[in-house]
């Protein structure tokens, strides 16, 4: 059985009005519940199983935003669509909800990319005030040198300026045998140079500033994978594969973000779909 709240409480939750301007419409008899016109303030209903209009509109409780973490493939556009009919983000997941990518991922860069129905969020989540981290693998020709972190580290300047600091770790040399055992697409020509895996922590959101930065100091990405967006991991996705986002999750994202409030409303529509789903 669901938890009983006060009429104007209800009609706020659903963007209908103010509490304020809520209680208003009460008083005023714009507001019926199961047919019967309600002016006492006190009132409670259950918004499950209540109908209640506001000027003959019927609102229901609000919906539970969703969010999706996908693993993006080479190839894919992250965007909504395209007039060309290239494959898209959207083409990976079956849903009802009209979702939108959050960030940019271009074309041939793979990983992580966050789908929701969430405004709010999205624009927090891309907006430089929050400083949220992207974190990224990139195979690259050659082994950087400890001068050249030192130097994606402090920033490097690219044709809008200088970049901010960024923390850039070598993980490993790799020989061509073991890229193509990885799965990485054969290259026309085999580097001198040999190839390393590089570890890009940064907070800006440049156009291509990854493969940028390496480029500038003499180490062209091969291969780019987000593997980290805020708190969110890609973990084992593979590509082309996605999963909702667990409400511990969603919680630790809309936290974040500045959006504790709305991660408390979220697990709570989170739990009423719950219980509508088992009737």
């Known amino acids: 059985m669901s938890e009983k709240v006060r009429l104007q409480k209800v009609i706020a939750a659903a963007g209908i009005a103010s509490?304020?301007?809520?209680?208003?419409?009460?008083?005023?008899?714009?507001?019926?519940?199961?047919g019967q016109v309600v002016r006492e303030l006190g009132t409670?209903?259950?918004?499950?199983?209540?109908?209640?209009?506001?000027?003959?509109?019927?609102?229901?409780?609000?919906?539970?935003?969703?969010?999706?973490?996908?693993?993006?493939?080479r190839g894919v556009l992250s965007t909504t669509s395209d007039p060309l009919h290239r494959p898209t983000v959207l083409d990976l997941v079956q849903t009802s909800r009209?979702?939108?990518?959050?960030?940019?991922?271009?074309?041939?860069?793979?990983?992580?990319?966050?789908?929701?129905?969430?405004?709010?969020?999205?624009?927090?989540?891309?907006?430089?005030?929050?400083g949220h981290e992207k974190e990224y693998l990139a195979l690259v020709i050659g082994v950087p040198t400890s001068k050249e972190l030192k130097a994606l580290e402090r920033g490097i300047v690219l044709e809008e300026g200088r970049t901010q600091p960024a923390?850039?770790?070598?993980?490993?040399?790799r020989t061509p045998q073991e890229l193509l055992d990885a799965g990485v697409p054969a290259l026309r020509k085999e580097s001198p140079k040999g190839f390393s895996w590089v570890r890009v922590v940064l907070k800006e959101g440049k156009k291509h500033q990854v493969r940028r930065m390496?480029?500038?100091?003499?180490?062209?990405?091969?291969?780019?994978?987000?593997?980290?967006?805020?708190?969110?991991r890609l973990g084992r996705l593979g590509p082309g594969e996605w999963r909702p986002l667990t409400p511990k999750e969603q919680r630790r994202l809309l936290e974040s973000v500045g959006l504790a409030r709305e991660a408390q409303k979220q697990s709570r529509a989170l739990k009423a779909e719950g219980r509508r789903r088992k009737k």
Do not use: C
Request: cysteine-free; overall charge positive.
């Open 19 to 34: 509490r304020r301007k809520a209680e208003e419409l009460i008083r005023a008899g714009r507001v019926r519940v199961n």
């Open 167 to 173: 923390q850039v770790t070598v993980l490993g040399r």
């Open 44 to 73: 409670k209903v259950d918004p499950e199983k209540d109908v209640i209009e506001v000027d003959g509109v019927e609102i229901r409780p609000p919906q539970a935003h969703e969010y999706i973490i996908l693993h993006k493939p």
């Open 98 to 130: 009209r979702l939108f990518p959050v960030g940019r991922l271009d074309a041939d860069s793979e990983g992580l990319i966050l789908l929701t129905d969430d405004g709010t969020l999205a624009e927090r989540l891309t907006h430089p005030r929050y």
């Open 214 to 232: 390496l480029k500038a100091v003499g180490h062209p990405v091969i291969r780019l994978i987000r593997v980290g967006l805020g708190p969110l």
